[in-house]
Nanobody, 117 residues
Framework: QVQVEESGGGLVQPGGSLSLSCKVA????????MAWYRQAPGKEREFVAN???????SYSNPVRRRFTISRDNAKNTVYLQMNNLNDEDTAVYYC???????????WGQGTQVTVSS
C-alpha cells in the first residue's frame, strides 16, 4: 500500500520562505510522477508544480521563479521550496504521486500554509 505524507506547513510572514516535504512509503519515489497541488478556502484545488520520473519539472504561472520542486531519492521524499511568499499562497498544500501505469493516484492529507503578517 502506497502512502504519501506531507509535512512542513505553518505560519510565515509575507516575503518569507517555507519548505514542504512529501514522504513516500510503499513505493520508490523516482518511479512516480510527483506533484504538488494547493487548495485555498472557497477555491478549487489547483496545480502548483510537478516532477516527472526522469526529473523534468513544471510550474504554474503564479509560483514560477518562486517555488522549486526537488526530489531526494535516498530519502524517498519530494520537496517544495517556497520563497517570497504572499497572501495568495495561503492554502492547504497536497502531494500527489502517480504510478507509471497512470491508473490512480496517491494523495496525502495535506499541510496548511498560512501567509500573514
Amino acid at each position: 500500500q502506497v502512502q504519501v505524507e506531507e509535512s512542513g506547513g505553518g505560519l510565515v510572514q509575507p516575503g518569507g520562505s517555507l519548505s514542504l516535504s512529501c514522504k513516500v512509503a510503499g513505493a520508490i519515489v523516482s518511479d512516480l510522477a510527483m506533484a504538488w497541488y494547493r487548495q485555498a478556502p472557497g477555491k478549487e484545488r489547483e496545480f502548483v508544480a510537478n516532477m516527472l520520473r526522469g526529473g523534468a519539472t513544471s510550474y504554474s504561472n503564479p509560483v514560477r521563479r518562486r517555488f522549486t520542486i526537488s526530489r531526494d531519492n535516498a530519502k524517498n521524499t519530494v520537496y517544495l521550496q517556497m520563497n517570497n511568499l504572499n497572501d495568495e499562497d495561503t492554502a492547504v498544500y497536497y502531494c500527489k504521486g502517480v504510478p507509471l501505469s497512470g491508473s490512480g493516484a496517491y494523495w496525502g492529507q495535506g499541510t496548511q500554509v498560512t501567509v500573514s503578517s
